[in-house]
């Protein structure tokens, strides 16, 4: 049984920064697509990046791009997501999670989540 499950979410000011991990047992994660999605209240879930499987080539949101970065740790087995000069529209609950695709965003493609760690950045 994969599962996977996300840990760092909190609380912090607009500017500030955020580690979240994905850590995964039951499979190697360098054999997935790895991506965070996040989905605030009202709203529709929506990517924000990737790590592809095998190139491990990145891809983000454009939203983010420039200041969130995400990372593997093989040896560790797990995904992260360093989110850097956060601002309150980045408030939501954000998800890891996994794909046999080699390069996708839609959230349907993705078969395996963890639970979510909220994040709320206060103005």
């Known amino acids: 049984q994969v599962q996977l499950v996300e840990s760092g979410g909190g609380l912090v000011q607009a500017g500030g920064s955020l580690r979240l991990t994905c850590a995964a047992s039951g499979r190697a994660l360098r054999d997935w697509t790895m991506a965070w999605f996040r989905q605030a209240p009202g709203k529709e879930r929506e990517f924000v990046a990737r790590s592809s499987r095998s190139t491990f080539n990145t891809y983000y949101a454009d939203s983010v791009k420039g200041r969130f970065t995400i990372s593997r740790d093989n040896a560790e087995n797990t995904v992260s997501l360093q989110m850097n000069s956060l601002k309150p529209e980045d408030t939501a609950v954000y998800y890891c999670?996994?794909?046999?695709?080699?390069?996708?965003?839609?959230?349907?493609?993705?078969?395996?989540w963890g639970q979510g760690t909220q994040v709320t950045v206060s103005s």
């Open positions: 999670a996994a794909t046999p695709w080699l390069s996708v965003v839609e959230a349907s493609k993705y078969g395996l």
